[in-house]
């Protein structure tokens, strides 16, 4: 069974920072490309942000680019999501998810998510 947990995630005021982190012990974490995504209350989950296997190459969508960092360490298995500027806006449970590709394509697992609440 694959798990990915993900951590980091709170309360915090608007203009404030967080990271999140999500890592494994069951994926060979370096064959997988890697994503963040996040789905607020009456939304549809949404795209965030995503990593290649090797972190060479990233992607964030535009309501985060300028602000939300993602990247990886192949050595801790482990993928984060630096947040900052943050807005109520983006109050949503933020999940990680894993593609079997060199670079993000559509999502093979799914963590848990966690729980980021952005105070105006």
């Known amino acids: 069974q694959v798990h990915l947990v993900e951590s980091g995630g709170g309360l915090v005021q608007a203009g404030g920072s967080l990271r999140l982190s999500c890592a494994t012990s069951?994926?060979?974490?370096?064959?997988?490309?890697m994503a963040w995504f996040r789905q607020a209350p009456g939304k549809e989950r949404e795209f965030v942000a995503a990593i290649s296997r090797t972190g060479s190459s990233t992607r964030h969508s535009d309501s985060v680019k300028g602000r939300f960092t993602i990247s990886r360490d192949n050595a801790k298995n482990t993928v984060y999501l630096e947040m900052n500027m943050l807005k109520p806006e983006d109050t949503a449970v933020y999940y990680c998810?894993?593609?079997?590709?060199?670079?993000?394509?559509?999502?093979?697992?799914w963590g848990q998510g966690t729980q980021v609440t952005v105070s105006s």
């Open positions: 998810a894993a593609d079997h590709s060199r670079y993000w394509s559509s999502p093979d697992y």
């Open positions: 069951t994926l060979t974490f370096s064959t997988y490309s």
